[in-house]
């Protein structure tokens, strides 16, 4: 190969196999031989046994991804340029793709823009942002000056950034954790750590503060009214509500009674308040409880008191060491759902783990029916909203299912 400047890293078949299939990743035992000196977050050169260029990315010692590819070209100078290239992309595709919901929408996506652990979250002014590998760390500043430069461009402004840096992740890559106004010339470094942002029609609340992730679950955008939609004249329960977003949309469709339960009080607390915000607050009551207790006491209970359960839990599971135990987990919560309906009501479920892929998914469904004494008649399969785009050679960047059912 060609002498390039950047340290030579030569890696296993292996991971030769998986780079050229398009996978973005060399993990540490894939690391075979390396030629030069780096500090962690450089860039280097990899290369196969066989000493042909494989990509560009960031190194990083620390981590158990020890190489995170940024480019496969091997033309690119990985300049201040070419990190506004990529971030421009990433904006342009969310002004197509999400159109009028621009103003609201995930505008950088990790591996799935070609910035390998950078998240970027906009809720109206406020950028909320997350650096999960060490080499974006080290050029964030440069990255957020871009990011502001376009958008201004675009005719949109930034008033603040808030680093959300509170996730263990960090810590695997070398990293503290921490959180806070980013200072940047000409932004806020300081604000009300709220604010409100438009979906399908209705108001809500986003703590970017305190709230889970970057405030608000943006990868369910589309897939909350499509469920709301289809509730009008029914009983509907919203099962792990967080802050109300199925139920209000059911709400606001129609249904005759919305039921959301949580166990979190907090986010009941945010629920309820983006229900008075949409002057629904009397059309919807909002439980505080462990769903699976809620579902064992509703069942005790007899009779079929919804016509419609909707069901979006927590990732019960965040590696594979703990598939088994994830997929008992959500086998049982949804065939207590499934039991608590009538014979033609309506089902709707989700998943957010990527360890739970779609076909374990479905084959957890199938069974949790069998357990239930039901059968599903599918109406619609749905995945995370556009701005979280899914590549096909990065199964990683696929985390979100949600099917919706009649149950006959």
């Known amino acids: 190969m060609k002498k390039r400047g950047f340290p030579k890293i030569t890696v296993s078949r292996k991971a030769e196999k998986s780079l050229r299939g398009g996978h973005p990743w060399v993990y540490g035992e894939e690391v075979l031989d390396v030629e030069g000196t780096y500090a962690r977050g450089d860039l280097v050169d990899v290369v196969s046994e066989g000493d042909k260029y494989l990509g560009s990315g960031f190194i990083n010692d620390f981590s158990k991804i020890r190489i995170r590819l940024l480019s496969r070209n091997p033309n690119d100078r990985f300049d201040s340029d ?17 159109g009028e919901d621009f103003g609201a929408c995930r505008l950088v996506f990790g591996e799935a823009d070609g910035l390998p652990g950078m998240t970027v979250d906009r809720y109206g002014k406020i950028l909320v942002t997350q650096t999960l590998s060490y080499g974006i760390e080290c050029r964030k500043e440069m990255l957020y000056a871009h990011l502001v430069s376009l958008l201004s461009e675009m005719g949109e402004t930034t008033e603040a950034i808030y680093e959300r840096n509170d996730v263990a992740i960090r810590e695997l890559e070398g990293m503290e954790q921490h959180t806070g106004f980013y200072p940047m010339e000409g932004l806020a470094r300081e604000a009300s750590g709220n604010c409100i942002i438009r979906e399908g029609g209705l108001d809500f609340w986003v703590d970017y503060v305190n709230g889970q992730k970057t405030g608000y679950f943006l990868d369910q955008k589309y897939n909350r009214p ?3 939609r289809l509730c009008r004249g029914m009983r509907f329960l919203d099962l792990c509500t967080h802050t109300g977003g199925f139920a209000l949309h059911a709400a606001a469709s129609g249904a005759s009674s919305v039921t959301a339960v949580d166990i979190s009080p907090d986010a009941l607390e945010v629920a309820a308040r983006n229900a008075a915000l949409n002057r629904l607050e009397d059309r919807v009551r909002f439980v505080q409880a462990d769903v699976f207790e809620f579902l064992e006491q509703a069942l005790a209970a007899g009779g079929h008191p919804y016509d419609f359960i909707n069901l979006d839990p927590p990732a019960f599971t965040k590696s594979r060491s703990t598939l088994a135990s994830a997929t008992r987990g959500y086998r049982q919560i949804n065939a207590a759902a499934m039991r ?3 014979r033609g009501g309506y089902f709707s479920t989700c998943s957010c783990s990527h360890f739970m892929t779609n076909s374990n998914f479905c084959q957890m469904l199938h069974n949790a029916a069998e357990d239930a004494g039901v059968s599903l008649r599918q109406i619609e399969e749905r995945r995370q909203s556009p701005d979280h785009p899914i590549l096909w050679n990065v199964p990683e960047t696929d985390y979100l299912k949600l ?3 009649q149950v006959v």
Do not use: C, E, H, K
């Open 82 to 98: 070419f990190f506004r290239r990529r971030l421009q992309y990433a904006l342009s595709y969310r002004r197509v793709v999400m």
């Open 226 to 228: 499509a469920v709301g």
């Open 340 to 342: 608590l309906l009538p």
């Open 403 to 405: 099917y919706i059912f």
